[in-house]
C-alpha cells in the first residue's frame, strides 16, 4: 500500500547513508552523549524546524516547541525541560524564536472560538492585553499582527527571566543568555530582536527574588 508515511522511513534510511558517508564516526560520537549549548524554544509550525534553519547538526540544540512558542509558568513539560536545560546540560544560551504569520498568534488577536484551543491561546491573548495601547494604534493588520509576534517573543523572554531557577543560575555566574529571535517563513531569514538578557533587573521588582544564598 503507497503510504506518504513510508517516505519518512525511506528517508531515514538515505539520511544516514549519507550522513555515514561524510561522517564514518556521526553516530558513534553522537550515542556517547549529548553537551548542547542552546535550548530552542520555537513555535510547531512544521516550517521553523530548529537545526535546519540554523545549519546546525543534531546535538546541538535541545528543543522545546509549543503553539507560539509559550513559556507558561503552569507547564511541567516546558518548564522541566528548561530546568534540565539550565542546571544539567548548562546551556549557555536560550532562545525563543517566533516566527511572522505565526497561526497561533494571529488566532489570539481574533474574537472567534477555536474550542479547546482557546485555553491555549489566552496565555497569547493576556500578552495583547499587556501591549494593548501600542497594538490597538497599529490600523494596519497584518503590521499589527507582525508586531505582535515580536512582543510575544518579548513576554516569553520575559517569562524565562521570572523562573527562579533561572536567576538563581544568574546569581552564581553570567549564563544562561536569554534571546528574542524572529524567523520571517518568506525568505527564510532570522531576526534578532536585540533583546538578549542575563538578568531580572528589567523585570518589575515583584518578580525579583531574593538571594537562597547564606549571608557571610
Ligand atoms: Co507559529
Given at each position: 500500500?503507497?503510504?506518504?508515511?513510508?517516505n519518512?522511513?525511506?528517508?531515514?534510511?538515505?539520511?544516514?547513508?549519507?550522513?555515514?558517508?561524510?561522517?564514518?564516526?556521526?553516530?558513534?560520537?553522537?550515542?556517547?552523549?549529548?553537551?548542547?549549548?542552546?535550548?530552542?524554544?520555537g513555535?510547531s509550525?512544521?516550517?521553523?524546524?530548529?537545526?535546519?534553519?540554523?545549519?546546525?547538526?543534531?546535538?546541538?540544540?535541545?528543543v522545546?516547541?509549543?503553539?507560539?512558542?509559550?513559556?507558561?509558568?503552569?507547564?511541567?513539560?516546558?518548564?522541566?525541560?528548561?530546568?534540565?536545560?539550565?542546571?544539567?546540560l548548562?546551556?549557555?544560551?536560550?532562545?525563543?524564536?517566533?516566527?511572522?504569520?505565526?497561526?497561533g498568534?494571529?488566532?489570539?488577536?481574533?474574537?472567534?472560538?477555536f474550542?479547546?484551543?482557546?485555553n491555549?491561546?489566552?496565555?497569547?491573548?493576556?500578552?495583547?492585553?499587556?501591549?494593548?495601547?501600542?497594538l490597538?494604534?497599529?490600523?494596519?493588520?497584518?503590521?499589527?499582527?507582525?508586531?505582535?509576534?515580536?512582543?510575544?517573543?518579548?513576554?516569553?523572554?520575559?517569562n524565562?527571566a521570572?523562573?527562579?531557577?533561572?536567576?538563581?543560575?544568574?546569581?552564581?555566574?553570567?549564563?544562561?543568555y536569554?534571546?528574542?529571535?524572529?524567523?520571517?517563513?518568506?525568505?527564510?531569514?532570522?531576526?534578532?530582536?536585540?533583546?538578549?538578557?542575563?538578568?531580572?533587573?528589567?523585570?518589575?521588582?515583584?518578580?525579583?527574588?531574593?538571594?537562597?544564598?547564606?549571608?557571610?
Open positions: 500500500m503507497p503510504d506518504k508515511y513510508q519518512l522511513l525511506d528517508g531515514n534510511m538515505k539520511w544516514v547513508e549519507n550522513t555515514m558517508k561524510f561522517s564514518p564516526d556521526f553516530f558513534k560520537k553522537l550515542a556517547e552523549g549529548q553537551h548542547p549549548e542552546f535550548l530552542w524554544i513555535c509550525d512544521s516550517r521553523v524546524p530548529a537545526e535546519e534553519i540554523t545549519n546546525t547538526l543534531p546535538g546541538s540544540i535541545f522545546q516547541r509549543n503553539i507560539a512558542n509559550m513559556v507558561v509558568h503552569t507547564d511541567t513539560n516546558l518548564l522541566s525541560v528548561v530546568y534540565y536545560a539550565v542546571k544539567v548548562k546551556v549557555k544560551h536560550i532562545i525563543v524564536c517566533g516566527h511572522y504569520g505565526c497561526g498568534v494571529l488566532a489570539a488577536m481574533t474574537n472567534n472560538n474550542g479547546f484551543l482557546d491555549w491561546l489566552l496565555n497569547i491573548k493576556d500578552v495583547y492585553r499587556i501591549h494593548c495601547k501600542e490597538d494604534a497599529i490600523k494596519d493588520e497584518k503590521t499589527r499582527g507582525e508586531r505582535f509576534v515580536e512582543l510575544n517573543v518579548l513576554e516569553q523572554v520575559n524565562l521570572k523562573v527562579s531557577f533561572i536567576q538563581e543560575e544568574w546569581e552564581n555566574g553570567e549564563f544562561p536569554i534571546h528574542g529571535w524572529v524567523y520571517h517563513i518568506d525568505d527564510g531569514v532570522i531576526h534578532n530582536l536585540e533583546l538578549t538578557t542575563n538578568s531580572a533587573k528589567k523585570l518589575n521588582p515583584v518578580y525579583r527574588y531574593e538571594s537562597n544564598k547564606v549571608k557571610k
